[in-house]
């Protein structure tokens, strides 16, 4: 079917819309057993909305908030290169909007900037048994009007930014996920045919400080380096001043 963008959405995929939830990821577990395909999950408003480490998430007016959910029959480190799909199709559902390819970087692991501001995040999700993912939550949240006060931030942490705020436009989260949908797909299409490599690719080339220090803080230590890459298990590569570090998980800091 034609969405309001004027893109169509994907073939197979259901759209879920609620005024009101606790959290779409925990929506996204509640409906998960009985799925028949990917379905995203748009709420107006989240009352119980978390950020990566249990942080609470916020949820400003206008804000976007939306989880995919589906079900693969893939190990568990497959599934969750999909947070690079994710971020490649943030990147094409902003470019789409605003024209602005230039203005967009994507920052490890699972954040999207826009002039150097964050501008959206990613919060994978999965339950299941052993080897087994039962199901997959891929939540969402775009600062589409306005951006957390600075009192939520991290002091060290990106700046949040707002897509009206740095380019003037204004969109409705279902306007957004209009867009968001048909580019996931096609990114979707792309990893599952192909596999990790020209995801990997392409995340690269938009990279946010892709050869330049930044500092990776993990729960146990602190390294800083050049980031080299991403390897071909979606793994962070510093070079620092005595080794190659790869770090599977950390928070990074500009």
């Known amino acids: 079917m034609s969405t309001k963008a004027g893109t169509v959405w994907p073939e197979g995929v259901g759209k879920r819309v609620l005024d009101q939830v606790d959290s779409t990821n925990e929506e996204a577990r509640r409906i998960a057993p009985g799925l028949l395909g990917p379905t995203w999950i748009l709420a107006h408003r989240q009352t119980a909305g978390r950020g990566r480490r249990g942080r609470a998430w916020a949820d400003p007016k206008g804000h976007f908030s939306a989880t995919l959910v589906m079900r693969p029959s893939e190990p568990p480190a497959r599934v969750a290169l999909r947070s690079f799909v994710a971020s490649l199709a943030l990147y094409d559902a902003f470019v789409m909007a605003t024209g602005r390819a230039d203005a967009f970087s994507l920052k490890w692991p699972n954040d999207v900037l826009l002039n ?20 997959f939550a891929i ?53 599952t045919t192909y596999g990790f490599a020209p995801i990997r690719e392409a995340w690269l080339a938009r990279a946010a400080r892709l050869g330049e220090v930044i500092t990776a803080r993990t729960t146990r230590a602190e390294h800083t380096g050049r980031f080299d890459t991403v390897d071909e298990d979606g793994n962070l590569v510093l070079s620092t001043t005595s080794t190659r570090v790869v770090i599977p998980a950390a928070e990074i800091f500009f």
């Open 116 to 135: 150097g501001g964050k501008v959206a995040g990613i919060l994978l999700e999965s339950a299941g048994l052993g080897a087994q993912v039962g199901h």
């Open 139 to 191: 939540g969402i949240g775009v600062n589409l009007i306005d951006a957390p006060e600075g009192a939520a931030i991290e002091g060290r942490a990106v700046a949040p930014v707002s897509l009206a705020g740095e380019t003037g436009l204004y969109l409705t989260p279902e306007a957004f996920l209009d867009l968001l949908a048909p580019a996931y797909a096609r990114h979707e299409a792309t990893f």
